[in-house]
Every structure is written in structure tokens, then in C-alpha cells.
């Protein structure tokens, strides 16, 4: 798919293909991916639950803001079921709000959790060259370690995370590209192994 606001060459050209022809993100509407716009939480778990096989599933969800017959429904009631996200409260999911780069981190990482992938972390990985390492919030420092370990995740400079910034749309095409590769490796390991 061709994207008015993707430009050829561009640093997240790649993956913005990648996503969109997997089907695990669409543009925005007018011809445009929403390069530089924010991807909500909302996004996200849906960005996952297509990766994941849309699968539907009967769970009870308390959460005020989801409302019964939206794109984002059945994604949220699956992620919930899975125990793959939280929302801010038994009553707030925070469907509309901005994803910040540390939570979607942490929602991957209770996926991978769930496929069964080792998700431990060198304790010999120098992550204090992060300026802002102290930032992270502590529920999500485990999977932001190993984000980092397995470069799934980079910082937005040479010095910083920037965990709590809201994640872009490419950025989040970018990291689920990462993710699927690091998949990948961990299949062939598990094929090797048997």
C-alpha cells in the first residue's frame, strides 16, 4: 500500500510495509498511515489481537470506556482474558489515550510470556548508558530490560528510552517488526531443540 505521508527511503519504510502487508496495521484514512500521530491503547491491542489470529473470545470486561460493538471490542476482551493488558482500573481501560513506549514494552512482553518465550535478562547487560534508565516505571522495568536485551526496542537517542513518551505509530510499526523477527529466531530454536 502506497502511503501519501510514508516517504521512500525513509528510515521506517520497511516496517511500515511489513505491517500493512501482514494486515496487523492499516492507514489512517485519506491515503496516510498517521506517520508521526500517536497510537492509543486502543491501537495497540488491536495491532496485536490481528497478529494473534483475531480470535474472539467469551470473557465478562467491566471496563466503562470500551464500548460493546467497536473495531477495538473484541481485541481489548481478549487482551483482558489473557491477561495481557490492564486497564488504569477494573473500570478504565484508557481506550482513546496515547500508548506510552514503556507500556506497550510491557504488554508485548506478557505476550511473549504467554507463547512460552524465555524472557529472563543478562544481568551482565549495561543499561545504565540510558540517561533516563531511572525513568522507567518500575512494573515495566523487566520487559524494558529485555526489549532492550533482544533490540526490540532502541532508544530514542544514543542516551535516552524516553519510557514514558508516547509512542508514534512507526515507532510501535518498528518495535512489532522486531518483535515478529525475534519470534521468528525463537521458532528455529525451538524446532532445533526438538
Known sequence: VE???????????????YMTAN??????????????NKMTRGMFITTLWRFDGEKYV????????????????????????????????DENYGINDPITREQLITILYRYAEKLGLDVS?????NFLSFDDVFEISEYARPA??????NGIINGTSESTLSP???????QVAAIFERFCELLETADV?????E
Open 3 to 17: 502511503y501519501t505521508d510514508v516517504e521512500a527511503g525513509a528510515w521506517y519504510e520497511k516496517y511500515v510495509d
Open 23 to 36: 494486515g496487523y496495521m492499516n492507514g489512517i484514512g485519506d491515503g496516510k498511515f498517521g506517520v508521526n
Open 58 to 89: 467469551n470473557y465478562a470486561m467491566r471496563f466503562s470506556d470500551v464500548m460493546s460493538d467497536e473495531w477495538y471490542t473484541e481485541a481489548v476482551r481478549w487482551g483482558a482474558s489473557e491477561k495481557i493488558v490492564n486497564g488504569y482500573s
Open 121 to 125: 535478562v543478562d544481568e551482565n547487560t
Open 144 to 149: 524494558m530490560f529485555w526489549a532492550l536485551q
Open 164 to 170: 514514558k513518551n508516547d509512542a508514534t505509530r512507526v
Open 189 to 193: 530454536a525451538e524446532t532445533e531443540a
